[in-house]
């Protein structure tokens, strides 16, 4: 079950979901509008899922930054938000993807007790100028059935992260010697 907007500054209000900073205007029907942070990271060259990815990292001015096409960028949200009770589903929205740019598409499920600012992953269709804490899409928040089991308390990859990171799993492939990419 999805929580409607009114429910969600009520479970704001009661301590259950966190939004830091929290602006009750971004509220809509059945989730709270995000905004992009002010970092992005650019993914350099060969993309190797058994090795770390290699990066640029560009700070989005006032004046915005250009996205390119055929580049893979990892960005951030503003806003760090978390629930011990609910889970969240990000996504983009229709403003962003009117303009060509497909946010977030492969990872949108944020466990009960993960409190995290999102790692974003942003593919443009064509040039486009991003602006930091421009609105970037929408975060609902699930009602789980079932025991809850707190993301923190489990041995998760991302338990610790805050901001933008690459891809860990290298960390579980063992790649046989002369493999190339």
Excluded at 25 to 49: E, F, K, M, V
Excluded at 90 to 119: C, E, F, K, M, Y
């Amino acid at each position: 079950m999805i929580l409607t907007g009114p429910a969600i500054a009520a479970a704001i209000q009661a301590g259950d979901i966190s939004i830091d900073p929290y602006d009750p205007a971004r509220i809509s029907p059945n989730a709270y509008d995000w905004q992009l942070g002010d970092t992005l990271r650019i993914c350099d060259g060969h993309l190797d899922a058994a090795a770390p990815t290699t990066f640029t990292e560009q700070h989005i001015p006032k004046q915005g930054f250009v996205l390119q096409p055929g580049l893979l960028y990892l960005g951030h949200t503003f806003e760090r938000t978390g629930s011990e009770r609910y889970a969240q589903f990000l996504n983009g929205d229709r403003t962003t993807g009117a303009l060509g740019i497909w946010v977030h598409v492969s990872a949108p499920l944020g466990h009960q007790g993960h409190a995290i600012r999102w790692t974003l992953e942003i593919r443009v269709a064509r040039p486009v100028r991003v602006y930091p804490r421009m609105t970037f899409g929408k975060l609902a928040f699930l009602h789980p059935q079932g025991v809850p089991a707190s993301y923190q308390l489990q041995p998760a990859k991302y338990a610790s992260s805050d901001g933008i990171d690459i891809s860990r799993l290298y960390e579980e492939l063992t790649v046989p010697s002369g493999a190339t990419p």
